[in-house]
């Protein structure tokens, strides 16, 4: 996330500042792309990686403090939350061994971070969002205390007017609304970064959207988002969701941007184009005072930080971004690719590396540039169809040729990558290291995403749902601890029940039913009868037009009106049905997902009540019956006679 001195006070004057010392580092940046002053001729490749921390459970674990406190590696820092954390490689000249040497920086990082972590009674995970994850893991109390993200979060509700709504529809509906960002610290990425020179920069930028879209077909890892299977890469359409600044009423008749966006159409001009359409799109988010004059630092014959600019840059979410930087002295601009999830093992991600470095390299060569030949708008929705269906994704390449994500990697693009890779003198056993790792996946069809997907399919109604995703993150861990690639991953089972099972049962919203029936309050007390018999359950909750609980019917309530209810004659006509409404209890005893287990049993025995409606906000989100404890109570008890033999 960048820099850290962050005003916790920012007022309309310290903005104005600002403001002054951004547009005084767009036009040092002129100065520097005018006189040549960048570093070419030379072409580096860098990543950054994010991971989870998790505790026993493969639960989020909010440690990062305790962690980054026995690292005193500087390649390491901070992300959004506690249970996040980022280390930043380094770079790499483009040629010969650099892919080697960055898989073996990512073991090396990769391994202090779990002996850290191991210290604090944690581990590290790599994957584009954690299963395990719930909303009550979302909260501030879990955002790292720094005041860039104190000020991130503050801002972004003020722009959005309130709270933050996501609505993301894909194999299952999600829907939520939350009071804070930090619903974007659910996904951690792995971002490469490719140097190129000023005079090309547009050309490369315009063929990094062009494969992004391919790339991330073959690399989606993150179905699954707080249990629920949406998109292969869910990263894309939360991340643009949980960031959005613009008012409700900003996203219909205005052309108004979301700040997390994939961009409107090529460029033409260079660098400059998007930090200025940036500036003039985007309002500012959060500030620093900064002493450095970038046109003094020029007259001296120095290079500037330009650190308004990088600040401001670091609060647009292209997911292909524009990056200055200085390295060894030297400025220099990269083109940061920030689609790629994390995960799911360190080959996995070298090996997608490798194809988006190799491709650029082959297409750069080609005598017409991308943006002649393909629209714009196909590499946008390919991008997204990739992002909704992975591999199986329709695409349309230049040419106008459409054909599915596979064919068109295993037919053209892989093919390319590897021509590419050995146009820079890439070590050839390495091409086949890593380029040969994704063509099996891409022939396979086993993403890390569909290894998730088939997963959960095979495991069915198998235990919880809670016991599921568990079962899922402690399999994937093992198998990201071999380094086996995830093509050939044999499916997760839930063979009884995992190890220190008693982890999924220790809140409501581990074991709650989801699986709900309602009526509403107007409805005839018929319907409700009928689909407590259909369904084999003894109490339906009552929801209005809003979709907000307003009370309760139990079995009994209906054996009290049968008993109550004159026998009718050939005679008499039959009474009038009462609704709803009528039997209902008013305003039931509800409880919140986090309620530890124990107190729920607690709760259900002194109130005698068998039936526990379970509400997020003012949301319904589950039910807890005598039959759902009964259950929690026959797996402890046979658990301790387990222990006991």
């Known amino acids: 996330m960048g820099e850290q001195n962050i005003s916790a006070t920012v007022d309309e004057e310290h903005l104005r500042n600002f403001m002054k010392a951004l547009l005084d580092d ?227 008749e205005r052309a108004a941007r979301p700040r997390v966006h994939f961009g409107d159409g090529w460029i033409r001009e260079g660098v400059l184009e998007i930090f200025r359409e940036d500036i003039a799109r985007f309002r500012i988010l959060i500030a620093s005072t900064f002493d450095e004059n970038p046109m003094d630092v020029l007259a001296r014959g120095e290079i500037p930080q330009l650190s308004a600019l990088r600040l401001h840059n670091g609060t647009v979410y292209r997911w292909n971004r524009a990056c200055y930087g200085i390295h060894e002295g030297k400025a220099h601009l990269r083109i940061e690719n920030r689609v790629l999830p994390s995960g799911p093992t360190v080959l996995d991600e070298v090996a997608n590396a490798a194809f988006f470095f190799g491709v650029m390299a082959n297409l750069a060569e080609e005598p017409r540039t991308i943006d002649r030949v ?53 070590d050839s056993d390495d091409i086949d290291r890593y380029i040969g790792c994704l063509e099996d996946r891409v022939k396979s069809g086993q993403t890390g995403a569909q290894w998730i997907l088939s997963s959960l399919h095979d495991m069915g109604e198998q235990g919880t749902v809670d016991v599921r995703v568990r079962t899922l993150s402690t399999v994937m861990l093992q198998n990201q601890k071999t380094g086996a690639p995830v093509h050939t991953w044999g499916l997760a089972h839930v063979e009884g029940e995992p190890e220190n099972w008693r982890d999924s049962y220790q809140t409501a919203g581990q074991f709650m039913s989801t699986d709900l029936f309602t009526v509403q309050p107007h409805d005839i007390v018929d319907l409700a009868a009928n689909i407590m018999d259909w369904k084999h359950i003894r109490h339906i909750l009552v929801e209005d037009e809003q979709g907000r609980l307003v009370g309760l019917l139990s079995h009994r309530a209906l054996l009290r009106l049968v008993a109550r209810s004159p026998r009718g004659t050939a005679t008499t006509a039959a009474p009038e049905r009462p609704t709803v409404a009528a039997l209902m209890i008013k305003n039931p005893l509800t409880i919140g997902p986090e309620m530890p287990t124990l107190e729920v049993m607690k709760l259900m025995r002194e109130r005698k009540v068998s039936c526990l409606p379970v509400l997020e906000g003012e949301k319904l989100i589950g039910v807890i019956t005598e039959a759902d404890l009964i259950e929690v109570s026959r797996k402890l008890l046979e658990s301790y006679l387990r222990d006991e033999a």
């Open 26 to 252: 767009v036009v040092a940046l002129e100065t520097l792309l005018e006189s040549d002053r960048f570093e070419t001729g030379v072409r580096r490749i860098g990543a950054e990686q994010e991971m989870f921390l998790v505790d026993r459970s493969l639960r989020p674990a909010s440690v990062v403090t305790d962690v980054l406190e026995r690292i005193t590696d500087p390649r390491f820092t901070t992300e959004l939350a506690r249970f996040n954390l980022e280390a930043n490689l380094t770079p790499q000249v483009f040629n010969s061994s650099c892919l080697r040497r960055m898989e073996d920086e990512l073991n090396e990082v990769l391994g202090m971070a779990r002996d850290a972590a191991r210290a604090c009674g944690a581990d590290v995970l790599l994957t584009g969002i954690l299963p395990t994850l719930r909303k009550g893991d979302l909260g501030l109390d879990n955002m790292t205390p720094k005041p860039r993200y104190l000020e991130l979060n503050r801002t972004l509700r003020r722009l959005r007017g309130g709270d933050f709504h996501v609505l993301i529809r894909g194999i299952e509906e999600f829907e939520t609304t939350h009071d804070n960002v930090m619903l974007e610290s659910c996904n951690t990425s792995f971002q490469v970064h490719f140097q190129v020179g000023p005079r090309e920069f547009a050309k490369f930028y315009n063929l990094a959207q062009a494969v992004t879209g391919p790339l991330l077909a073959a690399a989606v890892n993150s179905p699954v988002l707080l249990k629920h299977r949406l998109w292969h890469e869910t990263r894309i359409a939360l991340f643009e969701r949980s960031v959005d600044t613009r008012l409700a009423g900003a996203r219909g």
């Open 374 to 426: 393909m629209e714009f708008e196909h590499a946008r929705s390919n991008f997204f169809n990739a992002a909704r269906d992975g591999l199986k994704a329709q695409m349309t390449w230049a040419g106008g040729k459409t054909m599915s994500a596979s064919d068109l990697l295993l037919k053209e693009l892989i093919p390319r990558a590897r021509e590419g890779l050995k146009f820079v003198k890439v």
